[in-house]
């Protein structure tokens, strides 16, 4: 059973970083796409940013070139770089995976973006 854990979510400021992890429970090397979604409040689940097995990035064009996805498959770990964050980012941030035609999604890490 693949199990995906996220960390590195936070209070910070607007204009602030922060750094999320995604930690699987396993080597991802046959893992397909992974990535990040988020839900605000009120709000639906939204895609943020996925990249593709050979490492090919798609991004929300609410993030571009503010968010950067990127992955280690021999370690098992999926990133996501958020910089100039907004309050409009603030969120619970899921981890994604792929695999096998089966989707796998973490538990979620709170983002809180303050003005």
């Known amino acids: 059973q693949v199990q995906l854990r996220e960390s590195g979510g936070g209070l910070v400021q607007a204009g602030g970083s922060l750094r999320l992890s995604c930690a699987a429970s396993?080597?991802?090397?046959?893992?397909?796409?992974m990535g990040w979604y988020r839900q605000g409040p009120g709000k639906q689940r939204e895609l943020v940013a996925i990249i593709t097995n050979g490492g090919t990035p798609n991004y929300a064009n609410s993030v571009k070139g503010r968010f950067t996805i990127s992955r280690d498959n021999a370690k098992g770990m999926v990133y996501l770089r958020m910089n100039s964050l907004k309050p409009e980012d603030t969120a619970v941030y899921y981890c994604y995976a792929q695999k096998w035609g089966y989707e796998y999604w973490g538990q979620g890490t709170q983002v809180t973006v303050s003005s």
């Open positions: 396993e080597s991802t090397i046959s893992y397909n796409d």
